[in-house]
């Protein structure tokens, strides 16, 4: 076992992308559990664009993080020390346990993972973890897509997106995606089964969307928010749902106060009888198992493919972490810490 824990903490508040100021390398003792605590090897850390919103200033859906603190993130790894009966040494879990090696944990904090050797930890990081559950409810129980109607998708060819996008075949809807490059946009459409996709960084997007919906959208899953719901809206049609699951296109702002204004067109949900509704992973926590049923049934099946990208090494981190916001990830975006 090493004795030293590596750490990324934060130490600045970005403007606009995050960058080397804003994070400091920090080396010290590996920490020993207390009472009712476990010490956790991190294996596998996520790379969400959440991240970006807790090195906010203001709180969001979670506290913001202090300065000074471990950067907050979600981490798949192994007990490798256990001061509770609950979670013995070697047990899988998963939680927020910090851009770090180490982290204790207290053991009623963390998820115990099942040890069953098909479901690796980049499984439950990705498909069967926050990213998995995210898309199958955005898309059954927020969006409540129905077999034969439209759905598209923003940020189609990322982590949730390019689940949420198998989904909706799955369930017998024509998807349509929507992608920063012509090579995401040919994988939607000739590996992930999407009808067809718009490369919006190349495509008028009203011209896209008149191009791929000729009979409207039904649904509407929302990865990036911004410009793009306002000529998204004029296509939807009766009693459609927009399902928002995110706003990737602004979290590079300070705040909420500097996001872009909203649509002019939001009269449209009257017109048309939309409904419009936000969610989080967690609002679906106790209903989690339904979701990894279903996902990791149609992965055994070969029917949804999980594609991830994966970076060596925690000293990488916060480089990679800019990868969402440019878009140079295809798939789930996580770091190797330790095999
Ligand atoms: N509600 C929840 O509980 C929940 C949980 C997880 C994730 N999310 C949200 O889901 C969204 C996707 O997250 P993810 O983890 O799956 O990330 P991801 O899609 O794997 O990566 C982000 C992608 O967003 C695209 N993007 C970046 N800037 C953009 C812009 N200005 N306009 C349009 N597209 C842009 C990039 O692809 P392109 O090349 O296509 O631009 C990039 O690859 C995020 O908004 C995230 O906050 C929500």
Redesign the pocket.
Same mark, same amino acid.
């Given at each position: 076992m090493n004795t030293i824990n590596r750490q990324w903490r934060i130490v600045g508040r970005p403007e606009g992308q995050a960058g080397t100021d804003h994070f400091e390398w920090h080396e010290e003792p590996v920490p020993v559990p207390g009472p009712g605590q476990v010490l956790v090897r991190n294996l596998v850390l996520s790379l969400?664009?959440?991240n970006r919103l807790w090195m906010w200033e203001r709180d969001t859906y979670l506290p913001a993080q202090k300065l000074g603190q471990v950067m907050r993130g979600i981490a798949v790894g192994r007990v490798e020390r256990s001061e509770s009966e609950a979670l013995p040494v070697g047990t899988l879990v998963s939680g927020l346990l910090g851009w770090q090696d180490y982290a204790v944990a207290d053991a009623r904090a963390v998820n115990r993972l099942p040890a069953d050797p098909a479901m690796t930890p980049e499984l439950w990081l990705g498909l069967l973890g926050?990213?998995g559950i995210?898309a199958y409810f955005g898309v059954t129980d927020v969006g409540k897509l129905v077999a034969g109607e439209t759905m598209l998708v923003?940020?189609a060819?990322?982590? $949730? #997106?390019s689940l949420a996008c198998q989904i909706g075949r799955i369930l017998g809807a024509r998807v349509v995606g929507v992608?920063?490059?012509a090579d995401?946009c040919r994988w939607l459409v000739d590996e992930l089964g999407c009808a067809v996709a718009i490369d919006?960084r190349r495509e008028d997007l009203v011209e896209g969307l008149a191009r791929c919906c000729p009979e409207g959208v039904d649904v509407y899953f929302d990865? $990036? #928010?911004?410009p793009m719901l306002e000529p998204v809206l004029d296509r939807m049609n009766l009693h459609g749902r927009v399902a928002v699951?995110?706003?990737?296109?602004q979290y590079n702002r300070t705040d909420v106060s500097q996001f872009d204004p909203g649509p002019r067109n939001l009269f449209l949900l009257v017109v048309k009888r939309l409904r419009m509704q936000g969610?989080?992973?967690?609002d679906f926590a106790s209903r989690a198992g339904e979701a990894i049923r279903a996902l990791s049934q149609w992965h055994r099946d070969g029917l949804l493919r999980f594609r991830l990208h994966e970076v060596e090494g925690l000293e990488n981190a916060p480089a990679a972490m800019n990868m969402?916001?440019v878009?140079t990830?295809l798939?789930?975006?996580m770091v190797r810490i330790a095999r």
């Amino acid at each position: 076992m090493n004795t030293i824990n590596r750490q990324w903490r934060i130490v600045g508040r970005p403007e606009g992308q995050a960058g080397t100021d804003h994070f400091e390398w920090h080396e010290e003792p590996v920490p020993v559990p207390g009472p009712g605590q476990v010490l956790v090897r991190n294996l596998v850390l996520s790379l969400d664009p959440t991240n970006r919103l807790w090195m906010w200033e203001r709180d969001t859906y979670l506290p913001a993080q202090k300065l000074g603190q471990v950067m907050r993130g979600i981490a798949v790894g192994r007990v490798e020390r256990s001061e509770s009966e609950a979670l013995p040494v070697g047990t899988l879990v998963s939680g927020l346990l910090g851009w770090q090696d180490y982290a204790v944990a207290d053991a009623r904090a963390v998820n115990r993972l099942p040890a069953d050797p098909a479901m690796t930890p980049e499984l439950w990081l990705g498909l069967l973890g926050h990213i998995g559950i995210t898309a199958y409810f955005g898309v059954t129980d927020v969006g409540k897509l129905v077999a034969g109607e439209t759905m598209l998708v923003s940020g189609a060819a990322g982590a $949730v #997106g390019s689940l949420a996008c198998q989904i909706g075949r799955i369930l017998g809807a024509r998807v349509v995606g929507v992608a920063g490059t012509a090579d995401k946009c040919r994988w939607l459409v000739d590996e992930l089964g999407c009808a067809v996709a718009i490369d919006y960084r190349r495509e008028d997007l009203v011209e896209g969307l008149a191009r791929c919906c000729p009979e409207g959208v039904d649904v509407y899953f929302d990865n $990036v #928010g911004g410009p793009m719901l306002e000529p998204v809206l004029d296509r939807m049609n009766l009693h459609g749902r927009v399902a928002v699951c995110g706003a990737i296109s602004q979290y590079n702002r300070t705040d909420v106060s500097q996001f872009d204004p909203g649509p002019r067109n939001l009269f449209l949900l009257v017109v048309k009888r939309l409904r419009m509704q936000g969610f989080l992973t967690s609002d679906f926590a106790s209903r989690a198992g339904e979701a990894i049923r279903a996902l990791s049934q149609w992965h055994r099946d070969g029917l949804l493919r999980f594609r991830l990208h994966e970076v060596e090494g925690l000293e990488n981190a916060p480089a990679a972490m800019n990868m969402l916001f440019v878009g140079t990830n295809l798939g789930k975006l996580m770091v190797r810490i330790a095999r």
